[in-house]
């Protein structure tokens, strides 16, 4: 018995040892298969991380541990998702109506174990993907091998992912379950990847509420089908036209795939939906069928009704929102009685805003957003036009950064004038689309256009000393069509020069030396100007100078009268004494006398 004992453990130990080779070699073999593939994902990341820094020893060490890691957020990850959700949708279909359908099963026999097996093996790939997806730890993106493969067994992704790759296949072997599709219904539990990435999709995608929509009537189809799979396996199990509710296979095309599954779908619509109208069941199975699809029928109903509701709701939300105003717009037009060709034109400017799906208001779009991304929202729509204007050419980085956060858009109608011939100049304006006219005063002549990406008003808002024009409007400047210019106001300007006294100053001469190519410069008012400028910290020297003379003589002046108070105070209670002592001497002769003695 202790020899048996010893060679069973021997071979115990064996075949454990066989496994964990068999292991390593099928670990090493799929770390060789995918190592290009994640070197390529992991590609742009490392260069992310290492650009503008010198790569020290220990990050070299570090990035050895960096091998083979998958960021969820990038756009691999999102495309093999894509390819999971196809593998995971073909289970979800196909098994049932095979397991069903035996007709569907017997003809394509061949072609199911090919997409069983590639489906598999899509699983097992996405099953080693997964153990090398980061993660955020404390708000840090985790790369260390060991920490990604712990985080993904102690998921719950692990386990489902282990319970769908269970070989059940090898129950094929069995005679009564020889190639029995049921049996990889265990390939269902990976379902969740095809829900996450419906939810991934539903937050990239441009029209989220159509996506929505897609996603409740795939559900329904999807229910269906199980549904009418289900009627026509429970047929088969009672026999086919055994009585009225069961599949008739007795009819003249009952032995048809495509009547079957077709009657079945059909049959299966009637009832979740509640519509009826189908033959009653008679046995208690049949009962308790039906019974559940109605059930099931009056939640599926309620979805339906309320997940499409929901999203006509959300998709009108907008075009509501724009008709209140716009609504409020005439109202208020109406009662302080607004001539009919302002009116039109309002209104036409309202439908030019709606057709161009344009956003009057950025700032309250993009209100829930934190500063650093409004910022670079801001820079990627707004930067290169304002880099076309001249004077901001070669200006700081951090200067055009604040202002184009200062940057508005205006919409002006056909016919608007964008500013007149001797307005004080308040904004700057860069044209993103349209076209504008430089005009005579009375509007007859047309001496320019000014098309997209032209720039006018920057040098009104500089308030350059010295400048013929005195910061007025040269020109008149008036929209031909629907012209959507950015604005940005001379107290924004200043606002941010405030912080950028150098930037100022460039500023300030490069505008002198646009005016001095057209004439528009005062020499000598600019270099007065530029002397009084230069003599400000002097003059503000002398006045904090005398300031701080005034406060010196004021406390000096408080200290004399806080001692004169006091001494004044003291011989005032000196001479308070003296006057009780002589009131009490005249009522006291004898305290008199001997007072004057004293004395």
Not at 75 to 86: K, Q, R, T
Not at 424 to 448: A, H, N, W
Not at 472 to 498: H, M, P
Request: charged residues 20%; hydrophobic residues 40%.
């Amino acid at each position: 018995m202790s020899n048996d004992s010893e060679q069973t453990a021997a071979l115990h130990s064996d075949d454990l040892q066989t496994i964990i080779k068999t292991s390593n070699r099928f670990y090493y073999v799929i770390q060789l298969i995918f190592a290009p593939l994640n070197r390529i994902c992991c590609r742009s990341q490392r260069q992310k991380e290492s650009q503008g820094t010198d790569a020290s020893p220990t990050q070299a060490v570090g990035e050895e541990n960096r091998n083979w890691i998958v960021d969820p957020s990038g756009s691999f990850y999102y495309y093999w998702s894509a390819i999971v959700s196809l593998a995971v949708l073909y289970n979800l279909t196909l098994l049932i109506g095979r397991s069903g359908f035996l007709l569907l099963q017997d003809r394509l026999l061949i072609l199911w174990l090919i997409c069983d097996y590639l489906c598999d093996i899509c699983y097992i790939i996405d099953t080693f993907i997964q153990s090398r997806k980061t993660y955020l730890d404390q708000g840090l993106v985790v790369h260390d091998l060991s920490k990604l493969r712990s985080h993904y067994i102690h998921s719950r992704a692990f386990l489902l992912d282990i319970l769908s790759l269970l070989p059940t296949d090898f129950l094929y072997f069995i005679p009564k379950l020889y190639l029995l599709p049921s049996l990889r219904f265990n390939r269902l539990f990976r379902v969740y990847r095809f829900v996450e990435f419906s939810d991934k999709v539903e937050t990239q995608t441009n029209h989220p509420n159509i996506f929505r929509l897609v996603s409740l009537l795939t559900t329904i189809v999807i229910l269906i089908h199980w549904n009418a799979c289900i009627y026509f396996i429970i047929s088969r199990w009672i026999g086919y036209s055994s009585d009225s509710w069961v599949y008739n296979m007795t009819a003249p095309t009952g032995t048809m795939l495509s009547t079957q599954y077709i009657y079945c779908f059909f049959w299966s619509t009637l009832v979740l939906t509640n519509i009826g109208e189908v033959p009653p069941p008679e046995s208690d199975i049949e009962i308790l069928f039906v019974t559940t699809n109605f059930l099931l029928g009056v939640i599926v109903f309620a979805t339906i009704v309320g997940n499409v509701g929901s999203i006509i709701a959300s998709m009108n939300t907008v075009r509501a929102d724009f008709r209140q105003k716009v609504d409020q717009i005439k109202q208020y037009m109406g009662f302080r009685k607004v001539g009919t060709e302002l009116e039109r034109r309002v209104i036409t400017w309202f439908d030019y805003l709606w057709l161009q799906k344009q956003v009057a208001n950025e700032d309250e779009v993009l209100d829930s957003l934190p500063q650093k991304l409004r910022v670079e929202i801001a820079s990627h729509v707004h930067l290169a036009a304002l880099k076309r204007v001249p004077i901001f050419a070669e200006a700081q980085p951090g200067l055009l950064v604040e202002l184009v956060t200062r940057l508005k858009l205006q919409i002006f109608s056909p016919g608007d004038y964008v500013c007149k011939k001797g307005d004080i100049g308040k904004e700057m304006y860069i044209i993103k689309r349209g076209r504008l006219s430089v005009v005579s005063d009375d509007g007859t002549k047309v001496f320019v256009n000014l098309e997209e990406g032209s720039v006018f008003g920057e040098i009104s808002i500089l308030n350059i000393p010295g400048s013929k024009t005195g910061n007025r409007r040269t020109a008149n400047i008036r929209s031909v069509g629907y012209s959507d210019l950015f604005c940005l106001t001379k107290q924004d300007l200043w606002e941010v020069l405030a912080e950028y006294p150098s930037a100022r100053d460039t500023l300030i001469e490069r505008g002198k030396a646009h005016l001095r190519k057209d004439n528009l410069l005062d020499e000598d008012a600019a270099q007065t100007a530029q002397l009084d400028q230069a003599a400000i910290p002097d003059k503000v020297a002398r006045i904090q100078e005398n300031i701080d003379k005034l406060e010196t003589r004021i406390a000096r002046i408080m200290g004399e009268y806080k001692a004169n108070m006091n001494a004044l105070g003291q011989r005032l209670q000196a001479i308070e004494l003296l006057t009780e002592e002589k009131h009490e001497n005249a009522l006291d002769p004898i305290g008199t006398t001997t007072y004057a003695e004293d004395v």
